[in-house]
């Protein structure tokens, strides 16, 4: 995911896909809890995604405000 995608969505579609995001790395953390998570690096991933849509969704707020 790369930020300049994220940018062209509204603030509706952040904030659908950071509720998706967070899903999955709740899963993610319940599947390594159990010991069932085949690539640890999965987890990573998933966190920087949701910083990077936290941060592009804060800059389309800070415009539109």
Known sequence: MEAKDLREQDGAELRAKEQELRDELFRLRLRKGAGQLG?????R???RDL???RT???EVEGRSA
């Open 45 to 47: 991933e998933v966190r």
């Open 56 to 58: 592009v969704r804060r």
């Open 51 to 53: 910083a990077r849509l």
């Open 39 to 43: 690539n640890p690096m999965k987890i």
